[in-house]
T-cell receptor
């Protein structure tokens, strides 16, 4: 019940394309859903996060779509750039409590 | 924004020695600190959770006598890997949660530990 399942494991997108990463969870106590970007040798950096009271949140080229009934949420990266090439992790938690991470998605954006 | 400073970024130590990793919250009070371990191409694995002034809570399978966590103040938490062995080589990351306006989880930049 604590799992967060993330897909795909790896993703290759052309520059300017849309990158879509999906996550699903089971624990209905989760009420905080962040996405993190991690470059090699660095700690994760928060990209964008959503609470379950909204279905979508957009910040620049990054959008989270949230489906509470399906217990799914996704990250859309519009106009993907080579600099977006990194590993992306979704996560979920009861707010302020331990985060449960997805398995990660290795995104490669080809120039 | 909130910043967590983690040091050292890289450390190489001999087998059998101990290594201390520090995480400091620079502009907020970290009431809770999470310590993670990450192997190459894998997700973050929570090792332990510590609250300021309390003993850390360790995840199942994590040896508390090997991975000593101290969270003596609201701005500093340390992880000491005692009697390190090559299998302890990994990427260690801390994450802090504050109070007040900052409910986000702020991650440190990670420490690459290599035990030779």
């Amino acid at each position: 019940q604590q799992q967060v399942k993330q897909s795909p494991q790896s993703l290759i997108v052309q520059k300017g394309g849309i990158s879509i990463i999906n996550c699903a969870y089971e624990n209905t106590a989760f009420d905080y859903f962040p996405w993190y970007q991690q470059f090699p040798g660095k700690g994760p950096a928060l990209l964008i996060a959503i609470r379950p009271d909204v279905s979508e949140k957009k910040e620049g080229r990054f959008t989270i779509s949230f489906n509470k009934s399906a217990k799914q949420f996704s990250l859309h990266i519009m106009d993907s750039q080579p600099g977006d090439s990194a590993t992306y992790f979704c996560a979920a938690s009861p707010l302020g409590s331990r985060l449960t991470f997805g398995e990660g998605t290795q995104l490669t954006v080809n120039p | 924004g909130a910043v967590v400073s983690q040091h050292p970024s890289r450390v190489i130590c001999k087998s059998g020695t101990s290594v201390k990793i520090e995480c400091r919250s620079l502009d907020f009070q970290a009431t809770t600190m999470f310590w993670y371990r990450q192997f190459p191409k894998q997700s973050l694995m929570l090792m332990a959770t510590s609250n300021e002034g309390s003993k850390a809570t360790y995840e199942q399978g994590v040896e508390k006598d090997k991975f000593l966590i101290n969270h003596a103040s609201l701005t500093l938490s340390t992880l000491t890997v005692t009697s390190a062995h090559p299998e302890d080589s990994s990427f260690y990351i801390c994450s802090a949660v504050g109070t007040g306006d900052n409910y986000g989880y702020t991650f440190g930049s990670g420490t690459r530990l290599t035990v030779v």
